[in-house]
């Protein structure tokens, strides 16, 4: 079986869409299909395709390029941001079957399977038509390999330790404002403190640290799992990390550090985490993360949450995303 898992990454744009597409491509090789990352990323995207199978060039600019390597292929997905329409239709024509990653309701999309594993997933109005077929919310959540197995997580009574985290880029420059506000509230807790490959702020960040933080460079999924597992709580940006977090019943709270989190912040608070949607305005950053804090220090509530949390996420969403796309192709073959 062919497939072809296609995807974009980089500075301005993230990481996020590169390791959701990883997480499908290791699924797909669990069931023993090989497939192809074509990726339009830069070299720090190597980090994240490590050995899988991948081309790496632009295809939007080179698109004669794409559509010649997946002609005729049994299965494409496709996660962007940026292709237009006409390119998602003229790379549906060339394949058996054609799947496309969503978060938004971007385009009309043609004939194929949507996939929307976000929190939300559930509540995008997608238009119900024939050919089309859909694979909504945290049943499908495209988590990293590192996150498909339980691990424990026990809730200590204390809270001694807590992970900063907003992703590759940090780009509302929101972790030196977390890490000063800890270092003065809370200045005998342990904070952890991931700092991106694309952190213009690293500087900002080391001067707001005390004796009691630690920084964390360029970390991969292993090791944020293990500072996931140790922390007490964490505060994240409102991504994909929610996810994970929620996977090994990490208490948090969320905050929207991009537009295209909003849906996922407002979904994740009905499941119990604690949100700041307007991390620019004013001081409310600071307020909010501190009341957090304060309803998250009991250990009762911190039990609570994380109870909840874990059954919030199908930690092989991306296992369960794999075997739907292959059923469809038998079926649509007959």
């Given amino acids: 079986m062919n497939v072809f898992i296609v995807t974009e990454a980089g500075k301005k744009i993230g990481f996020g869409h590169l390791s959701r597409c990883a997480a499908l491509y290791d699924a797909f090789k669990l069931k023993k299909i090989s497939p192809v990352l074509i990726v339009n990323g830069d070299a720090a995207s ?4 490590g050995t899988r199978n991948h081309l790496r060039f632009n295809w939007l600019k080179s698109s004669s390029r794409l559509i010649g390597l997946i002609k005729d ?7 962007s941001y940026l292709a237009d329409q006409a390119l998602y239709r003229e790379l549906a024509r060339q394949v058996k079957l054609a799947a496309y990653i969503d978060d938004t309701k971007r385009l009309n ?4 399977v949507v996939i929307n594993g976000n929190a939300y997933g559930t509540r995008v109005n997608y238009p119900r038509s024939t050919g089309m077929h859909y694979l909504l919310g945290p049943e499908y959540s495209l988590l990293r390999k590192n996150f498909w197995n339980r691990s424990s ?5 204390k809270v001694t330790n807590v992970l900063v985290t907003f992703g590759g880029g940090d780009f509302l420059n929101l972790t030196p404002r977390i890490v000063r506000l800890l270092s003065r509230e809370y200045p005998a807790i342990t904070k952890d403190v991931v700092v991106g490959k694309y952190f213009k702020n690293a500087s900002a960040v080391r001067k707001t640290a005390d004796a009691n933080t630690r920084l964390i460079y360029n970390a991969d999924a292993s090791q944020i799992k293990k500072k996931m597992i140790k922390a007490d709580l964490a505060i994240s940006a409102a991504g994909q990390t929610l996810g994970e977090l929620a996977s090994l019943g990490v208490p948090a709270i969320a905050v929207c ?3 295209n989190q909003k849906d996922n912040l407002r979904a994740w608070q009905r499941h119990g985490f604690i949100g700041c949607p307007n991390p620019q305005h004013g001081k409310s950053l600071e307020e909010t993360v501190l009341r957090g804090l304060k309803t998250l220090m ?3 509530n911190r039990l609570r949450l994380s109870q909840r949390i874990r059954k919030a996420v199908n930690r092989q969403g991306a296992v369960a995303i794999a075997q739907a796309l292959i059923d469809r192709l038998k079926t649509a073959r007959g």
């Fill in 257 to 259: 550090a991009a537009d």
């Fill in 153 to 157: 997580k026990k809730i200590e009574p």
């Fill in 46 to 49: 190597q980090k994240t395709l």
């Fill in 73 to 79: 292929a049994d299965i494409m997905v496709i996660d």
């Fill in 298 to 300: 009991p250990h009762r």
């Fill in 109 to 112: 999309y043609p004939k194929g």
